[in-house]
DNA sequence: AGTCTGACTAGTA
DNA sequence: CTACTAGCCAGAC
């Protein structure tokens, strides 16, 4: 990874490769990222990613169990789960449905 | 330089 | 099943 990046452009530039449709978990990008279980990183670099000039799809990063952990940071909670359900997928109480199924991990996919 | 914190996770009771 | 604990590590104070 560029060492010039701080912790939070390297966990933007994973998120911004989720493909449309697919979402990972915060503790896949830290493993991805070689923080190991520093799942917690991952989710703290969301809270700052108004900080980014680019535009992160943080609504693809949820937690392991595919719960809108984070809906609560997007300005109104029911932001996240109304983008999730634009891409296509199932969002029943807080939790995506088939998580598995749309699960995207960083680290076997890149 | 030390302490606190967190959109997590795994383990134990 | 739910509740709580400990580990994780970079950034803010």
Redesign the pocket.
């Known amino acids: 990874m560029d060492k010039n990046k701080?912790?939070?452009e390297s966990v933007y530039d994973v998120v911004e490769l989720i493909p449309h449709g697919r979402v990972t978990?915060?503790?896949?990008i830290?493993k991805y990222l070689g923080?190991?279980?520093?799942?917690?990183?991952?989710?703290?670099?969301?809270?700052?990613?108004?900080?980014s000039e680019k535009n992160?799809p943080?609504?693809r990063?949820?937690?392991?169990?595919g719960?809108l952990?984070?809906?609560?940071?997007?300005g109104h909670p029911d932001i996240?789960q109304r983008l999730l359900e634009n891409e296509g997928l199932t969002i029943f109480n807080d939790q995506i449905q088939n998580f598995e199924k749309f699960f995207w991990d960083p680290a076997k996919e890149l």
Request: with cysteine.
């Open positions: 701080g912790f939070f978990s915060y503790g896949a830290a923080s190991g279980g520093a799942a917690r990183m991952v989710g703290w670099a969301m809270n700052a990613c108004h900080s992160i943080a609504h990063v949820v937690n392991r169990l719960m952990s984070g809906k609560s940071h997007f996240m």
